[in-house]
């Protein structure tokens, strides 16, 4: 069994930053719209009208400030709401496989690694833009790479999902290397019309090269370790899928789009977590005061406060807890990995990190990992 590495990680960030100011006009001028559409219904008490939206509102309930995504012009339409894209041809690289390619490009420089170094890709994503061929399978050719490469999804948890799948590969013998790749355009199944909950997401994409540790660079990671959590919610759910043309679906359907009870998720969700990392870490015979750092989740500021209060007994400090979504907002399963991205160069050998992503399923992933000479 061989000792396994986190040897680098990538990012690709979209061209296009939409502010929550920006999204507060947008969002305030569809909802003269649609409170015009409807006034009679609305006068009538049969229908409820949709209230404004505001800065306060977006920063005070998540922390988010701004975010990426790949289209900012259709969400910004009041009669739009939502990403324009174009559509590819098949003889065209697909978006998602696009903006993986070059995260996992990036991931490969930084470990001064190529394509031939690495036997397969893992494409872990919180929602794939199509149901086949494998999305894993069109990066794994786009970037060269020979061996395997495969599709999963376990929703904002994918990325720590993927990055034990890849530890198992190599730790077995199986694999030399694998990217986990984690392309999230969350911009395209947001509900930008609801107001619970239109600030929530932006796109991007991360790439981890997992690789022996023999074989990898010097300031890789070690991980010492992985754990997965699942147990079944309705919390956060959303089902757009091949069936709904088969159930007469609209495809404007509420339930087609992310939804959630975010007072719920908050609730049962901070406590779990918070226990799942404890006890991973006393399974390794670490405790919280023991570790460096924690890259988690990026879906509310909130909750990772409350999540690191749980653990620590007290406020984690923003080196502790590294913060980005106030810059990238929820990016689903990559948030983890953006922050572990910008937040691991000042590690010193020996020192102790750990990645935790939770979210729908529910479903919690960890990582424990030890900065090497």
């Keep these: 069994m061989h000792r396994v590495a986190i040897s680098s990680t990538g ?10 100011e920006e999204l507060v006009v947008a969002f305030n001028a569809f909802a003269e719209l649609e409170n015009a559409k409807y006034a009679d219904e609305i006068a009538a008490g049969t229908r409820t009208a949709i209230t404004d939206s505001n800065v306060e509102f977006i920063e005070k309930a998540s922390g988010i400030k701004r975010r990426y995504v790949m289209n900012k012009s259709g969400v910004l339409d009041p009669r739009r709401m939502r990403p324009a894209f174009k559509a590819r041809p098949d003889t065209e690289i697909s978006m998602m496989a696009e903006i993986a390619v070059k995260a996992a490009q990036d991931a490969l420089v930084n470990a001064g690694k190529t394509a031939a170094d690495v036997d397969g890709v893992i494409c872990a994503s919180a929602n794939m833009q199509r149901a086949y061929p494998a999305m894993g399978v069109e990066i794994q050719t786009a970037l060269g790479i020979k061996g395997y490469a495969f599709d999963m999804n376990v929703a904002c948890s994918s990325a720590t999902f993927g990055l034990e799948m890849a530890v198992n590969a190599v730790r077995s013998g199986t694999a030399r290397a694998i990217l986990v790749v984690n392309p999230e355009i969350t911009s395209a199944h947001l509900a930008w019309m609801d107001r619970d909950c239109h600030f929530i997401f932006g796109d991007v994409c991360t790439a981890i090269l997992v690789e022996r540790l ?5 300031g890789a990671f070690e991980i010492l370790g992985t754990r997965l959590q699942t147990t079944f919610s309705n919390a956060i759910r959303n089902n757009a899928g091949f069936m709904s043309r088969a159930e007469d679906r609209d495809p404007e359907d509420r339930d087609q789009l992310f939804r959630q009870e975010g007072r719920k ?4 969700v901070c406590p779990m977590a918070a226990e799942h990392m404890a006890s991973h870490l006393a399974a390794h015979d670490l405790t919280p005061d023991g570790v460096r750092r924690f890259w988690l989740h990026q879906a509310n500021l909130a909750m990772n406060q409350l999540i690191s ?14 913060v980005i979504l106030d810059e990238f907002a929820n990016t689903a399963s ?5 922050a572990f991205h910008r937040h691991k160069a000042d590690f010193e050998p020996g020192d102790v990190g750990m990645i935790c992503s939770f979210g729908a399923g529910y479903s919690i992933g960890s990582a424990i990992v030890r900065k090497t000479a």
């Design 334 to 338: 990559a948030g983890s990995i953006i």
């Design 214 to 218: 023999d074989q990898a660079p010097a």
């Design 11 to 20: 990012l690709f960030t979209p061209p296009e930053i939409i502010t929550n």
């Design 265 to 268: 998720v908050f609730k049962e």
């Design 309 to 322: 209060r749980k653990l620590l007994g007290r406020d984690a400090t923003r080196d502790e807890a590294p």
